[in-house]
């Protein structure tokens, strides 16, 4: 087979030239034209094509001019087709049609609109550099090789300068659009790509670009998916889609992150393995509602929204492997409620500039910080999750949780007892008694603070003096300050002169009614009868001196108050019925536990 190289040529040579072209396309011979020749030297008829095809004969032409529209329905195509670097000036309408070999469009620029609906081609797909001008239609289509709509040799992408549609395509190899950019509407809903499928940079300058809305409805991709680098001008509609391999939607090798400049929409979405976001930006709000994650996903570094505009949803998503959103920042609210995650759930270094909502989500481990004890159980972190707002975790369970405790309980809003008690329990079975106590006692300052005195006045005393005199039962040293300052009182009180009478002495059967004489005791007997006025059993220690009725000056030189020892006797034994017996129950842990 020989090849026709055709030179420049004068108008007169224009009717030899058609024929001598003409001739070599129906002979099956490859057409090769100079790229720099003027139009009029390149062109071809649409009819030429079409005659050699219903021969059964190749087509393959490079840098050709080729005239009029082209269509073909209900049409087998036997032979193989190149048009390599072509131009076509009428539209293209191929629908129902059956091609057994490979077509070749590697740089061919299509003006007008191109449709190749319901089209079955049982080799391979090629437009490789290829640009089109107008609306570029593939709905239906069927590649049984591979798809490739990459850069040409030179690095150039594929330009979709109008709306482009992939709706319902099956493509059984591979699918390449590393590189493309998409100026319209891009719509692959519902296409089903057995082999992998690429949006990266791959031998382009950069990965692919969509400057409208990407729409992958429905979309199956049972290989692994790459968006590396991929720029999203517009919205980006990932609803019910699937993919069984990994799904890669991380910065490409410069460095440049996936960019959702619109709203991203990933709702009951399927990611059967890994899937990786890794420095991903998201302008706008990230919807994963009911997202499910077979493999480990990982948004590490990622940011969502910008301000109250962008809100990161993850509502009842499933992470069956882990979850990672290690240094993200989260801009806007965050919704993780209803989410699970079979493993853990890392949050380290992460920020929450906008309220956080955890309601009713379960992770086997939560991790808002770095252990700071790798090998035994600790609940302190280094590098914390910051959350500038509240966090709502009413509902949230876990077996394991690391955090900075002091900012996290200062943040939680609304108040429900649940995540306290929660906190609480892992963190005694954990053996973080004191932290456990920690989340305890606020628990119990943010329950008072709903409590009204003007409303509820009773139950505002009782537990501002279960507060003030037993610190809720947690470590309860000021009943120790309390009654060590009334029994030192009470030492002062009974060592004035006249403070204290002795008891007289009776004898079996009779009743001593002799005048008693007041006395004055040393410290250390005063003592005893403030321990016996104080105690609400009574012992032996200090019954010998029963306080006096009358007053005595307390006090130094001028400066002096008058007490009555009688009075403040009851005063201690009132004390001592209510201090004691609360600090005993604060001791074996009872009190406390009758509160909870």
Known sequence: MTWLVLPMISKGQMDDREARIKHEILAGDP??????????????????????????????????????????????????????GCRFDGP????????????????????????????????????????????????????????????????????????TSFLGSRIRGYAYFDGAEFHGDATFNGIMIDGRASFAAGSARRAAVFSGDAEFYGAEIHGDLDFSGSLFEADANFDNFRVSGQALFRADDQGRPVVFAGDAHFPFALFGSNAWFLDAKFRKSADFME??????????????????DGEAGFFGARFRRGATFQAASFGGPAEFSQSTSDLDARFEDARFLGRATFVEAKFEVAYFGVPADSKNYSIDVSKPTMFQQTIDLRGFTYNRIYLDLDNVLRKIAPYDRQPFSQLEKVLIDGGQDEQADKVYIERRLAERARISIWQDPGHWLADWVYKCGANYGVRPYRLVFFSF????????????????????????????????????????????????S??????????????AVGPVKVGYRQWYFLIHPHRYASLLRLSGWVLVPIGIAALTGLLRHIAS
């Open 291 to 308: 997202a499910e994650f077979g493999g480990r996903v990982s948004f590490t570094n990622a940011v969502f929204g910008d301000g109250n």
């Open 92 to 163: 293209i309408e191929i629908n129902r049609s059956l091609f057994k070999q490979t077509l070749d469009f590697a740089g061919t620029v299509f003006r007008q609109e191109v449709d190749f609906s319901n089209t079955h081609i049982q080799g391979n797909l090629y437009f490789q550099g290829a640009e089109f001008d107008e609306e570029a239609v593939f709905d239906r289509l069927q590649v049984d090789g591979d798809l490739s709509f990459g850069p040409d040799d030179q690095g150039n992408p594929v330009e979709f300068n109008s709306d």
């Open 31 to 84: 057409v090769v034209f100079d790229p720099l020749e003027a139009k009029g030297a390149r062109t071809i008829a649409v009819s030429w094509l079409v005659e050699a095809l219903g021969k059964g004969l190749q087509v393959k032409v490079t840098n050709g001019i080729i005239i009029g529209p082209l269509r073909l329905t209900d049409t087998v195509i036997q032979s193989k087709i190149s048009l390599v």
């Open 534 to 547: 104080f105690l609400p059993v009574d012992l032996p220690i200090g019954s010998r001196w029963i306080p």
């Open 485 to 532: 300052l009334l029994l030192a009182l009470g030492m002062l009180v009974f060592t004035q002169a006249g403070a204290v009478e002795s008891k007289p002495e009776e004898s079996e059967g009779t009743k001593n009614d002799a005048p008693r004489k007041p006395i004055q005791i040393n410290w250390p007997e005063a003592i005893e009868v403030s321990l016996h």
